[in-house]
């Protein structure tokens, strides 16, 4: 089944102690995203990449570092996580960026409580 | 830079009752437009997409957008509601042309009364 894997889906954690939420699909897609959900404010972008080892920011990427060694594998780090990082995290990918196939897949999401 | 407005933040609708909500960007060139439901509890699903062409776009479970290219709209539509369309929605636009990132609306909570 052609999915986006996200894990955990479900964390709580204390101020400073890094964590890597991984995001993992199956569909051969080039680009990939990490977006943070927040009441009120829609999804925000926190990094993009278009293919393997070219990362980029989006909209709010303090507090975050992504790598992309793998075209199937976009984990999103949390190096010293921060309450104001308590949200709801989405994993999305697309087959690419322009022309027709640039519609973006989700994963179910991974809810992170930073205390 | 590009962005989406959606100024409904939370609209209540009896069953039956037919549906709008707004959606607006603003950017220069050549975009593609989308709109996302968030089901309770679950992650985004495409609802549909608008690429080129027939600016009358029809997606999954009976609805439609109309893009709008002088207004810079893209509003949805669903003539008929039902309690199954309680949800967030979310417009969003990529641009086809520089960072080409999908920029999301603020979302609209829709509540369907039975």
């Known amino acids: 089944e052609a999915q986006v894997t996200q894990n955990p889906r479900y964390l709580i954690t204390v101020t400073g102690k890094k964590l890597t939420v991984t995001c993992s699909q199956n569909?051969?897609?080039?680009?990939m995203s990490w977006y943070r959900q927040d009441p009120g404010l829609g999804l925000r972008q926190i990094y993009y990449?278009?293919?393997?080892?070219?990362?980029d920011k989006g909209d709010v990427p303090e507090g975050y570092k992504v790598s992309r060694k793998e075209k199937r594998n976009f984990p999103l780090i949390l190096e010293s996580p921060s309450p104001n990082q308590t949200s709801l995290y989405f994993c999305?990918?697309?087959?690419?960026?322009?022309?027709?196939?640039?519609?973006?897949?989700f994963g179910p999401g991974t809810r992170l409580t930073v205390l | 830079a590009q962005s989406v407005s959606q100024h409904n933040h939370h609209v209540i609708l009896s069953e039956a009752a037919s549906l709008e909500l707004g959606c607006n960007y603003s950017?220069?060139?050549?975009?593609?437009l989308f709109w996302y439901v968030q089901y309770p509890g679950q992650h985004l699903q495409l609802l549909l997409k608008?690429?080129?062409?027939?600016?009358l776009v029809k997606g999954i479970k009976g609805f439609e957008a109309e893009f709008i290219k002088s207004k810079f709209s893209f509003n949805l539509r669903k003539p008929s509601v039902q309690w199954s369309d309680t949800a967030e929605y979310f417009c969003?636009?990529?641009?086809?042309?520089?960072?080409?990132?999908?920029?999301f609306g603020t979302g609209t909570r829709l509540t369907i009364i039975p």
């Open positions: 608008y690429f080129s062409g027939d600016p």
């Open positions: 999305a990918s697309s087959l690419r960026t322009s022309g027709t196939y640039n519609e973006q897949f």
């Open positions: 950017y220069g060139g050549t975009v593609n």
């Open positions: 990449s278009m293919n393997v080892e070219v990362t």
């Open positions: 569909m051969n897609h080039e680009y």
């Open positions: 969003a636009v990529i641009s086809n042309f520089g960072n080409e990132k999908l920029t």
